[in-house]
């Protein structure tokens, strides 16, 4: 697993009296592989690869800590499938509105179903490398993005991006574990 997908990991499902306690430490996770660590790119076939194989695992909610930059929010047909898939079968994708620091879209957190996260500072302002622009506040949330505490494979450390949603909404998440 990735340095990020450790982070990420411990932070939703870290445990009460670790070194990092996840917000929501009594559901399962099942990690699905998208790219390498040396590939910072995925592909949407990639993405929609793994998306098919978690709902096929019986998921109800999919983290997706990445995407694909696009010009306009474009998606190839294997990626709408998968998309398609998760609102056939009421699973909710939550995904990375990116990092680029532009009004520009990532898949597949531009696409209707799917609901895109941004980055926020302490006052609740989009940070300057979040992707949060207009087509996303419609669909969207922003959650902290700074100094977020999470373990990777070693250690403690904080790190910024967007790393975790609001406490609020994983209330709202908790009910299917």
């Given at each position: 697993m990735?340095?990020?997908?450790?982070?990420?990991?411990?932070?939703?499902?870290?445990?009460?009296?670790?070194?990092?306690?996840?917000?929501?430490p009594r559901c399962k996770g099942l990690i699905i592989p998208v790219f390498a660590d040396d590939r910072l790119q995925v592909?949407?076939?990639?993405?929609?690869?793994g998306i098919e194989q978690a709902v096929n695992a019986g998921a109800h909610v999919i983290n997706i800590s990445g995407?694909?930059?696009?010009?306009?929010?474009?998606?190839?047909?294997?990626?709408?499938?998968?998309?398609?898939l998760c609102k056939a079968n009421n699973v909710l994708i939550v995904a990375a509105a990116g990092n680029d620091g532009c009004d520009c879209l990532h898949v597949p957190a531009a696409l209707p179903t799917v609901l895109a996260v941004g980055?926020?500072?302490a006052q609740g302002k989009p940070l300057d490398f979040s992707n949060w622009g207009e087509a996303y506040q419609s669909q969207g949330l922003l959650a902290p993005g700074e100094n977020i505490l999470g373990r990777n494979q070693t250690a403690r450390q904080r790190?910024?991006?967007v790393l975790a949603l609001r406490p609020r909404l994983f209330l709202a998440l908790r009910r299917y574990c």
């Open positions: 990735s340095i990020h997908g450790a982070h990420v990991t411990s932070i939703i499902f870290g445990q009460p009296g670790t070194l990092v306690e996840g917000i929501s592909s949407q076939l990639d993405l929609a690869r995407g694909q930059l696009t010009d306009f929010g474009e998606v190839e047909a294997w990626l709408e499938n998968a998309v398609n980055a926020m500072d790190v910024s991006a």
